[in-house]
């Protein structure tokens, strides 16, 4: 089975009604990245900081895959699919899609604050002030914040060497590493990028889509399956 690498972004939860990670206005849900989204807010609030990632646990909760999702979960019938998400939330897995790395955690898991690999399902949406881990420290988001290593980035880089077919769906390849994956991909493998607004890419062989993730993913899908 043909080798198919999926890196995705954003766009493609947005379309589920979860806000981006990073609005034009450069706030998350109102709030300041540097308040909700590394090492140093949580030194400074961590109250503040969990109930934060509750709420966009809740929103994830109570949000469906969309049709692009499902799309995504199809290819699996013919190719070898992973897929490398830039999102936090899990509806690749509720689509069907069984082969997912997550470049910046999920957040339907905890962690650690202390041992980033140490991470536990959570029931229900909410993370308490006072859950603690084995290892007694307090139970955090399992979402890689802004200072923090992205532990799944050689794997990812591994997995788009070995692509043969590459789809970039939702995502501005604004955020690094996950950014700099597509230069991973080998010159001659066909890259299909699938965003309203294109983003400029160094490579070649792109085969640009310019549609939102439900409309364009969709349309992908039915021409590689044909």
Not at 11 to 36: C, Q
Request: glycine share 8%.
């Amino acid at each position: 089975m043909k080798k198919v690498v999926i890196l995705t972004g954003a766009g493609i939860s947005a379309e589920s009604g979860l806000k981006t990670f990073r609005d034009s206005d450069g706030l998350w849900e109102g709030y300041n990245i540097e308040d909700v989204a590394t090492p140093e807010a949580w030194e400074r609030n961590p109250e503040l900081v969990q109930d934060f990632y509750n709420q966009r646990r809740k929103s994830v909760l109570e949000a469906e895959p969309n049709a692009a999702h499902y799309a995504l979960a199809r290819l699996q019938e013919k190719y070898d699919v992973t897929i490398i998400t830039q999102n936090i939330d899990d509806l690749h897995e509720r689509a069907g899609s069984t082969n997912v790395v997550h470049l910046h955690g999920v957040i339907t898991r905890a962690q650690s604050s202390i041992k980033a690999d140490l991470t536990y399902p959570i029931n229900g949406w909410e993370i308490k002030m006072g859950e603690t881990c084995e290892l007694g420290s307090q139970l955090r988001a399992h979402v890689v914040w802004f200072g923090e290593a992205v532990p799944m980035i050689e794997k990812a880089t591994a997995i788009c060497s070995g692509a043969e077919l590459f789809i970039l769906v939702g995502t501005s390849l604004a955020v690094y590493p996950a950014a700099g994956l597509i230069n991973y991909v080998p010159r001659d493998v066909t890259k299909y990028i699938v965003d309203p607004n294109i983003p400029t890419v160094g490579n070649s062989r792109i085969v640009e889509m310019p549609f939102k993730a439900t409309i364009g993913v969709p349309m992908l899908v039915d021409e590689l399956m044909a």
